[in-house]
């Protein structure tokens, strides 16, 4: 963790669980660990990610019982994400633009966002989970569902596991370091 994002952790945390559980969900994007992220914040939170936006870019998809819906992410590593061959021509099929852009990608995936109560499957490829498991679970490839541990993992899982150790560990070290700053208990 750098050290701007240890001020912006200490300046973003309070004395609620919330308030770390939050820095360690956006943390994990900040640091390139995910490409983005899904996360419900307050008014206050919101203001505490635009501190961030040097970084990472957030696109606002819906409000909820005085809550936004947020996809945080991490431009460079995302686009890096989206740009992989078969991901491309997976979302093409899916009626992404044919010319990509990474906002034009992001709006895409915003608007369907907000015209579904449920996420379009094709959101595991933005949050940065292996692309055999989303299209697995998007039923363009047919691998065995070998266990459920973050997502749904198919075929063999030794990959889809160090991606999540990698994003479990990202999160436990901003949130450890959340809790210490303001001295939270758990």
């Keep these: 963790m750098d050290l701007f994002m240890k001020q912006w952790v200490k300046d973003s945390t309070?004395?609620?669980?919330?308030?770390?559980?939050?820095?360690?969900?956006?943390?994990v994007v900040y640091s390139g660990v995910k490409p983005a992220e899904i996360i419900s914040v307050s008014k206050e939170n919101l203001k505490q990610c635009s501190a961030l936006?040097?970084?990472?870019?957030?696109?606002?998809f819906g409000k909820k019982e005085?809550?936004?819906k947020l996809l945080v992410y991490h431009p460079a590593k995302?686009?890096?994400?989206?740009?992989?061959?078969?991901?491309?021509?997976?979302?093409r099929q899916l009626g992404y633009p044919e010319t990509f852009h990474l906002e034009?990608?992001?709006?895409?995936?915003?608007?369907?966002l907000q015209s579904s109560e449920d996420f379009p499957h094709e959101i595991g490829f933005f949050l940065g989970y292996p692309v055999?498991?989303?299209?697995?679970?998007?039923?363009?490839?047919?691998?065995p569902l070998a266990k459920t541990m973050g997502w749904r993992m198919y075929g063999d899982?030794?990959?889809s596991e160090q991606v999540y150790f990698?994003?479990?560990?990202?999160?436990?070290?901003?949130?450890?370091?959340a809790k210490q700053t303001q001295a939270v208990l758990s």
Excluded: P, W
Aim: include cysteine.
């Design 14 to 27: 309070t004395n609620q669980i919330a308030s770390c559980y939050f820095c360690s969900n956006v943390g």
């Design 53 to 60: 936006c040097h970084s990472i870019n957030y696109s606002i």
């Design 66 to 68: 005085g809550k936004y």
């Design 78 to 91: 995302l686009e890096e994400t989206l740009r992989n061959k078969i991901v491309l021509q997976s979302l």
């Design 104 to 112: 034009d990608y992001v709006n895409t995936l915003v608007t369907r």
């Design 132 to 143: 055999k498991d989303v299209l697995s679970f998007m039923g363009f490839i047919q691998l």
């Design 157 to 159: 899982t030794k990959t």
């Design 166 to 177: 990698q994003i479990k560990h990202a999160k436990e070290e901003i949130l450890h370091y």
